[in-house]
């Protein structure tokens, strides 16, 4: 079955640090991979996909995410986080699902931003 | 802004109820799909219509059911309540019924009481 593991439940990193937040999967065929951010009372933003080609995918607000098939990985990066990119962030990868589509998503990762 | 609305944005209801959540899609997109997120599950699929057909089921529970309109709006019906039932609920829609990319609405807070 098609799954997702976020390993860190909560990460903190200090403001213009970098940030390297873990996504691993489980899916037997070429994944269609996402990464999505949930700020406090919001619903969920897209930052970036992955659906074929260059392994190397740029998103909105400065992040970007590398597809490694041989480690079943997409993690998710920024070189400097600022305060505002505190939130939990959701890996997902859609799977078929009876004639249609689903996300399944990891647990997630909460950011913490120190100054 | 997504583009998607639901409402309401927050529902308080007593164990045994039936509540309705109701869905836009974003213009122009024909599927919609409903997760629900609570502490202990995480963001769980529920179920996904296109063009007024289900076309996918998740881990939608029997006291639950959806439908997806002429206009494209989609309903979520929730019966029976519990107090295990109290979650946010989203839903997202995207163009098409394959791998599209999906918008997510802001979700309805449901508090079972």
């Known amino acids: 079955a098609q799954s997702v593991t976020q390993p860190d439940i909560h990460i903190t990193v200090s403001e213009g640090a970098s940030l390297e937040l873990r996504c691993n999967y489980s899916y037997g065929a070429t994944p269609y991979l996402f990464w999505y951010v949930q700020s406090p009372g919001q619903g969920l933003q897209l930052l970036l996909k992955y659906f074929s080609g260059d392994t190397l995918v740029q998103g909105i607000k400065g992040f970007e995410a590398e597809f490694k098939r041989s480690q079943s990985s997409f993690n998710l990066r920024k070189p400097s986080v600022h305060w505002s990119d505190a939130a939990e962030y959701f890996c997902?990868?859609?799977?078929?699902?009876?004639?249609?589509?689903?996300?399944?998503f990891g647990k997630g990762t909460t950011l913490s931003v120190s100054s | 802004d997504s583009g998607v609305t639901q409402t309401p944005k927050h529902l308080i209801t007593a164990t045994g109820q039936r509540v309705t959540l109701r869905c836009s899609p974003r213009?122009?997109?024909?599927?919609v799909y409903w997760y629900q997120q609570s502490l202990d599950q995480g963001l769980q699929f529920l179920i996904q219509y296109y063009n007024g057909e289900e076309r996918a089921k998740g881990n939608i529970l029997e006291r639950f059911s959806a439908q997806q309109f002429p206009d494209l709006h989609s309903e979520l019906n929730l019966s029976s309540l519990e107090l295990g039932d109290s979650a946010l609920y989203f839903c997202?829609?995207?163009?098409?019924?394959?791998?599209?990319?999906?918008?997510f609405g802001p979700g309805t807070r449901l508090t079972v009481l």
């Open positions: 997202a829609s995207s163009l098409g019924q394959g791998y599209n990319e999906q918008f």
């Open positions: 997902a990868v859609g799977a078929f699902s009876g004639s249609g589509t689903a996300l399944i």
């Open positions: 213009s122009g997109d024909l599927s």
